[in-house]
């Protein structure tokens, strides 16, 4: 059997990662390493961070438009949205605009936290947008309703993790304050299960647990989401990943030396304007 040369091997489209800043690395993570033959775009609504305090008419118009021109621009096999916000928000609006694009969103991982919680008592660390979505309630309801949930929405902590992963120093009374409302004592039972329902909180998953009044399991749903991405794309057999390709993209236009540092630590070059 003849070996195939270079220019035989299947040439592979793009997946794309969408986040509002820099937290959808932890899913880019898990994705290239079930995705090797697939080159990775990062794309990093920076100009629009944080998303938890628009208006949503407004970033659902934002988001639909910044797709309009990147999936004109760089043709991906798939999107991932790994932002709660963003996909709660806009991802059926994303699926209607886009029909022959494939979306794979981030939500709220309620199901997977019901099914392991022992106490019951399940709380969901979001942010402010996601916890007044009508699509977290309604998961709640389908998979949760036997459960006591809690929504935490922190104004900071999304901020806090930006910084976190930059290298820069964050308060841990600045960190407990945010993430203590997740912890409820109740006739004996305690909070066993807590949600990471922002991207950008599992890099300080250490942090949360060093800080946390009693143990409970962190769910990251960074994987599942990698899983479900690779479900739907096609496995290219024989196709390589192709070098140098990866790169980043940022709204701004205008990213600090430390997020192009901390972007370079992933294999990602920034696209330039």
């Not at 944080?50 to 999936?71: H, K, M, N, T, V």
């Not at 605009?97 to 309620?110: K, L, N, Q, Y």
Request: overall charge negative; hydrophobic content about 45%; aromatic content about 10%.
């Amino acid at each position: 059997m003849a070996l195939a040369t270079t220019t035989d091997l299947p040439v592979s489209k793009p997946v794309l990662v969408f986040d509002s800043g820099i937290g959808g690395l932890t899913v880019l993570r898990e994705a290239r390493v079930l995705m090797p033959e697939r080159g990775f775009i990062y794309v990093a609504d920076d100009a629009g961070f944080p998303y938890g305090g628009w208006e949503e008419d407004g970033l659902r118009q934002r988001i639909l438009s910044l797709f309009a021109q990147l999936l004109d621009t760089y043709q991906p096999e798939i999107c991932i949205i790994a932002c709660n916000t963003a996909f709660t928000l806009a991802g059926a609006d994303l699926r209607a605009a886009f029909p022959d694009m494939t979306f794979v969103g981030t939500v709220p991982a309620i199901k997977p936290a019901a099914e392991r919680t022992r106490s019951g008592l399940v709380s969901v660390l979001a942010t402010p947008g996601t916890v007044k979505r009508a699509y977290t309630r309604d998961l709640i309801q389908s998979f949760a309703s036997q459960c006591h949930v809690r929504l935490v929405g922190s104004e900071n902590l999304a901020r806090m993790a930006e910084s976190w992963i930059r290298g820069e120093s964050v308060s841990d009374d600045a960190v407990l304050a945010e993430i203590s409302p997740c912890f409820i004592e109740d006739q004996g039972r305690r909070t066993d299960i807590v949600v990471l329902a922002c991207t950008h909180y599992p890099f300080m998953a250490n942090v949360f647990r060093r800080l946390a009044p009693w143990p409970v399991d962190w769910l990251d749903p960074a994987e599942a989401i990698a899983r479900q991405a690779r479900r739907k794309v096609e496995v290219l057999q024989g196709a390589e990943h192709p070098e140098g390709f990866d790169f980043a993209i940022f709204t701004s236009g205008q990213p600090d030396f430390t997020t192009r540092r901390l972007m370079q630590g992933f294999g990602l070059k920034i696209e330039q304007d």
